[in-house]
């Protein structure tokens, strides 16, 4: 008997994986080769798939586990870190859009439900491909990729009550008035639902059932509680997208968020693919061809907009111009989520079949476009500080004091510059705090230049690939200057301009990645530090320890290796002859730590008279004392009450030796 679901699912797994290769050959996004997929598999393609409404109810799961998982990741605590600009850009950002896009559709004739529908369909972008775009070039952390990220946030959360009012601007809940009424209440018992059972009900559920210890269990028990609030808020009138990130954001509260986030990604990863491919088989190819124009046009003014209005809120931000460029132009696209609150619209008819098809069309054509308008924002944006602009908005509308060094109490010569203050940023400060180096801190974020300012930092509001921003720091007075950003276009920039400036400063510049490092020394670094392989090295040098390789050859090693100009691990072809493997060299030894107590027979002896080589046939290594590692050790050496011996014997001496430490053995 032949399943047909099951044949459709061949044949889309099957495209998907070529349609896939092709696009990680040129670097598009996964979510852009399954609308590809669906476009040729479905019945405006190839005509491959014959059960649509079959895989229309795969990609219903895949949305309810989308925005469940979307919830189980949301973190009001890491919200706190980003707030302001969650809820100032995201809001502004969000409002602008919508404004918009309203008044645009008003003005060509459609009314006023459709209009503020429209304003909501352009208003989300895509977290997942911009997400995934930051991730794969390390700029996550970086200031327009926290700021981007924020507003996404933003943006996620603000569908809830968009899909709430759905139903409202359709005019299907009757009377207007009592339709908010009903609104309100349905919001105020679903906050209600939410405290009950993220602080009572979910966590001593999931604390019995993880007591059983059964994998199996645990998972039935998360998709249960998935699928069952989505099947409550359906009957209460709502959607079933919203029931799923109400469940995930309930399960978030608990400390068993991240195993339930583990076991749910592989299962929402899979049924996601299905609701992005539905929604490339609803894209009319035939539409398509008959307005290519049009479609272009659209998509191009949806990208501008969008781009201009995006990069506003990131301005009202206080943020510099390179900055707003790069944040407006990663959130030009229509986003995912557009595709879940369109597909409602449809039901409740705010969209009609033509406009319909016109979104999915603009919304494809702006997701495929993102990766190459972000790989080439950084360009645009070094273009704009060319140009002949106000000096406030290069430099941002956030206030900047000048650095002029006496008002600070600082020296502002032969001083340390340090750009960025993250992580490291704040330990190469530390540092130079405690070694009383004067240091200047220069920092893109205005929230953290006014926090750290107030707690007496000398740390100042501006972008360093500006040469007036360096030369307010006296750069050409500078001895050293410390890029530590996740930015790697910037820090090129940053490099090129100080060694212009200051042809004698000492420039370290952190990048993340090896390929990053010839390319800085091109551009007068004097020192760059990867952090992938400065990690590996403090890992080997770990490995190595424990293996009890001489400090001074790990030492040794380790400049190699540096000056080599970072050739990973070159020099790991040579034998080490020292103690290269503890087993072969040393049967049947290990080091252990045995602390002397009060009243022990070693108190007050001297290594000397203890004999513990000769009487027990143990090493003494060190001795710690009160915080203090005593490698000096001679036989006049003293024994004193909750000294911590570091001794190298086999484990049967050192047990049978372990009563002479707590004073029920004679040492004599």
């Known amino acids: 008997m032949e399943i047909p679901l099951l044949k459709d699912i061949v044949i889309i797994f099957g495209l998907s994986i070529g349609v896939l290769l092709i696009c990680h050959q ?52 890491n919200l706190l870190q980003i707030k302001r600009s969650v809820l100032i850009g995201g809001s502004l950002q969000v409002l602008l859009t919508l404004t918009a896009a309203f008044a645009i559709a008003r003005h060509i004739g459609r009314s006023f439900g459709e209009s503020i529908f429209i304003g909501f369909l352009i208003s989300l972008s895509s977290t997942a491909i911009v997400l995934k775009l930051f991730q794969e070039k390390a700029e996550v952390e970086s200031p327009h990729g926290r700021t981007a990220l924020a507003i996404l946030i933003f943006q996620d959360i603000i569908i809830v009550p968009m899909i709430l009012f759905t139903p409202v601007l359709a005019g299907s809940t009757g009377n207007l008035v009592e339709s908010l009424l009903m609104l309100s209440a349905k919001g105020i018992g679903i906050i209600l639902l939410v405290i009950i059972s993220a602080r009572w009900i979910v966590p001593k559920l999931l604390y019995h059932i993880t007591h059983t210890r059964s994998r199996e269990l645990f998972l039935f028990s998360i998709v249960v509680l998935c699928l069952a609030a989505a099947w409550l808020t359906y009957h209460a009138g ?62 191009l003014c949806v990208l501008t907009l969008k781009a201009i209005i995006a990069g506003s809120a990131t301005t009202l931000l206080g943020f510099p111009l390179r900055t707003i460029i790069l944040v407006g132009l990663a959130l030009s696209q229509i986003g995912e989520f557009s595709f879940v609150l369109s597909t409602i619209g449809v039901k409740y008819g ?65 001083h340390l510059i340090i750009i960025g203050f993250g992580v490291n940023g704040r330990n190469v400060a530390r540092s130079a705090r405690v070694a009383g180096i004067p240091y200047v801190i220069i920092e893109m974020n205005p929230e953290t230049v006014r926090v750290e300012r107030l707690e007496g930092e000398p740390i100042y509001y501006g972008d360093a690939i ?8 006296r750069i050409k007075d500078a001895r050293i200057l410390v890029v530590v950003i996740s930015d790697p276009a910037a820090t090129r920039r940053i490099t090129e301009i100080a060694r212009r400036l200051n042809p004698k400063i000492y420039i370290i510049a952190r990048t993340r ?60 072809s040579r034998e080490l002859d020292s103690f290269s493997d503890l087993r072969l060299h040393l049967p049947d030894f290990e080091i252990s730590t045995l602390r002397i107590h009060e009243g022990s ?35 006049e050496t003293t024994f004193r009450a909750n000294d911590i011996l570091v001794l190298l014997a086999p484990p049967k001496k050192i047990a049978a030796m372990a009563g002479l430490f707590h004073g029920s053995e004679k040492g004599d």
Not at 51 to 61: H, P
Not at 466 to 473: I, N
Not at 534 to 544: D, K, P, Y
């Open 26 to 77: 040129f670097r598009v996004p996964p979510i852009v080769g399954y609308l590809m997929t669906g476009i040729l598999a479905g019945p405006h393609g190839l005509r491959l798939i014959g059960g649509v409404s079959e895989v229309k109810i795969l990609a219903e799961i895949g949305v309810v586990l989308l925005l469940f998982t979307i919830g189980i990741e949301f973190s009001l605590k």
């Open 238 to 299: 709502l959607s079933l997208a919203l029931g799923a990130f109400l469940a995930g954001l309930i399960i978030s509260e608990s400390e068993y968020s991240s195993q339930a986030l583990g076991n749910i990604l592989p299962f929402r990863d899979i049924f996601a693919s299905f609701f992005f491919i539905s929604i490339g088989m609803l894209l009319d190819v035939g539409f398509l061809y008959q307005r290519p124009g049009l479609i272009a046009a659209i998509a």
């Open 350 to 414: 705010l969209l009609p079949i033509n406009i319909y098809q016109l979104f999915l069309a603009v919304s494809v054509l702006t997701m495929a476009t993102t990766p190459f308008i972000m790989a080439l924002a950084p360009r645009l944006a070094d273009l704009a500080l060319l140009a002949p602009l106000p000096r406030r908005l290069k430099s941002g509308l956030y206030f900047v004091p000048e650095l002029d060094g006496a008002g600070e109490g600082i020296r502002l010569r032969d």
């Open 466 to 473: 500006q040469e007036a921003v360096l030369e307010h720091a």
């Open 513 to 572: 990645f090896l390929t990053e490092v010839k390319p800085l020394y091109e551009l007068g670094a004097s020192e760059v530090i990867p952090e992938e392989f400065e990690t590996s090295v403090e890992i080997f040098t770990r490995v190595l320890s424990k293996y009890l390789i001489p400090r001074d050859e790990i030492d040794t090693f380790i400049a190699e290796v540096r000056a080599d100009g970072y050739e990973m691990f070159r020099s790991l």
């Open 601 to 635: 027979s070693l108190v007050g002896k001297s290594l000397a008279e203890i004999e513990l080589r000769k009487k027990h046939g143990v090493t003494l290594l060190a001795i710690r004392r009160d915080s203090k590692i005593l490698s000096d050790i001679g036989g």
